[in-house]
């Protein structure tokens, strides 16, 4: 079952409470995966030459509880280059959200389409909860600024982009608000509204 976008907020704080670090803005994820292995013995992480994995740049491995990592990745992601950061809380969602089986960025499709909808699902949770780990809702200004999302909290301009509909929309919902119409669409109701149509949206003249 799809998770909506509060059910992300809320596995992403728990998991940032529980590390102690609710409340910081991009913190450093050699730090987060050091805690995490601390209060989980169970989970550890890999860094693996990157000419033994050549289908990703990183994955989970869910049966061992591993997070394995190109080398390239590792020593990228230790500077806070944004790729690596997001390839990082990536494979952490997957492991967050429980998912099974052997998971990266580029999973390869199983033979059978139920398991190919299973890994689709399952990259495209892990996929929204990585973006929420890495800008939670809590910790972004308002009103909500892309290039705030791309220069604060080290987010892609795409994934900066899709975070920011999210977050509006969380707010939006908090507020008791409807989703404001596109102004192409407003343009057209007017102009139908004043040829004599039956427009039953509520518009502004």
């Known amino acids: 079952m799809w998770k909506t976008d509060e059910e992300f907020e809320s596995v992403a704080g728990r998991f940032l409470a529980d590390l102690g670090i609710w409340d910081q803005v991009r913190p450093d994820l ?21 000419s ?8 989970w491995d ?3 509880r591993v997070v394995r990592m190109r080398e390239s990745v590792f020593v990228v992601m230790q500077r806070s280059e944004p790729r690596a950061r997001m390839t990082v809380a990536h494979e952490l969602s997957h492991y967050l959200l429980g998912h099974e089986g052997l998971l990266n960025r580029r999973a390869v499709r199983a033979a059978s389409e139920r398991a190919v909808a299973r890994i ?8 929204r909860l990585a973006a929420v780990l890495l800008a939670p809702e809590h910790l972004v200004p308002d009103p909500v600024d892309v290039d705030t ?7 892609s301009g ?23 119409l596109p102004s192409s669409v407003v343009d057209f109701l007017m102009e139908a509204k004043r040829r004599g149509l039956d427009v039953r949206t509520e518009l502004d003249e």
């Not at 689709?120 to 996929?127: K, L």
């Not at 999302?149 to 987010?155: H, M, T, V, Y």
């Not at 994934?159 to 008791?176: L, N, S, W, Y």
């Open 30 to 50: 050699m730090t987060v995966i050091t805690k995490v292995k601390h209060q989980n013995p169970g989970f550890n992480y890999e860094r693996v030459p990157d």
């Open 149 to 155: 999302l791309i220069e604060k909290f080290g987010l």
């Open 120 to 127: 689709q699902r399952q990259e495209s949770e892990a996929r």
């Open 62 to 64: 869910s049966e061992r």
């Open 52 to 59: 033994e994995m050549v289908d990703g740049e990183a994955q």
């Open 158 to 180: 795409e994934a900066a982009v899709i975070r920011k509909t999210e977050i509006e929309a969380i707010r939006r919902r908090r507020r008791g608000e409807k989703r404001p």
